[in-house]
């Protein structure tokens, strides 16, 4: 069965601060990768996604994620947080077009001012 | 903004009760999921609907049932609701994005049970 793990359950970094916030998956075939931001009150917002092709995949709002299939991991990036980063990210998997996605259970990320 | 709306936003029933929960999505969106998300966890995979034929089924007890109809909108039925059951109830439907299909979600129904 497809689950994913995500590392860190809450973060706290200061403004301007690099992020990396740890994703790994279980699921022995070729799977979609997604990373999910849910804004205070608002609702799940897709920040990137990988179906094929380069493993290094550029999102919104300067987010990035880098597929490393040996590792079975999928991590985000971003070089400098603001402020309104503040959210809670989830990892998510599925195994094809149209499939149930898994998530995470979230990182909840809380940026200083 | 996505495409797919939910209603109601806020709901509170009692314990034993039913409930009803809509999802209203754009056309072109033939298949709809329904995510419930306990407060603290990620959303989990309830069931999915395609045609207005359930067509997957996560770990979720029959009392949780649902409907789609030919207008892309869809329903989340609860019976004999249980204290558990409170939680972010989330519509999600599939449609196109570029040269692939996504899934967009819907802001969610926070259902809270006494």
């Known amino acids: 069965a497809q689950s994913v793990s995500q590392h860190n359950h809450h973060v706290i970094l200061s403004e301007a601060a690099s992020l990396e916030l740890g994703c790994n998956y279980s699921?022995?075939?070729?799977?979609?990768l997604f990373w999910y931001v849910q804004y205070p009150g608002q609702h799940l917002q897709l920040l990137l996604k990988?179906?094929?092709?380069?493993?290094l995949v550029k999102g919104i709002k300067g987010f990035e994620a880098e597929f490393i299939k040996s590792k079975f991991s999928f991590n985000l990036r971003k070089p400098s947080v603001q402020w309104s980063d503040t959210a809670e990210y989830f990892c998510?998997?599925?195994?094809?077009?149209?499939?149930?996605?898994?998530f995470g259970k979230g990182t909840r990320l809380h940026i200083l001012p | 903004e996505t495409g797919v709306t939910q209603s109601p936003t806020h709901l509170i029933k009692t314990r034993g009760q039913q409930v009803t929960l809509r999802c209203s999505s754009q056309?072109?969106?033939?298949?709809v999921s329904w995510y419930q998300q306990a407060l603290g966890q990620g959303p989990q995979f309830i069931f999915q609907?395609?045609?207005?034929?359930?067509?997957g089924r996560g770990n979720f007890p029959p009392r949780f049932s649902g409907l789609q109809f030919p207008n892309y909108s869809s329903e989340l039925n609860v019976n004999a609701l249980e204290l558990d059951d409170s939680a972010l109830y989330l519509c999600?439907?599939?449609?196109?994005?570029?040269?692939?299909?996504?899934?967009?979600f819907g802001p969610g129904t926070r259902l809270t049970v006494l």
């Open positions: 609907y395609y045609r207005e034929e359930e067509n």
């Open positions: 056309s072109g969106h033939n298949t």
């Open positions: 998510a998997v599925n195994a094809h077009l149209y499939d149930k996605i898994i």
């Open positions: 999600a439907g599939w449609g196109p994005s570029g040269s692939k299909n996504e899934q967009f």
């Open positions: 699921y022995g075939g070729t799977v979609n």
């Open positions: 990988y179906f094929s092709g380069d493993p």
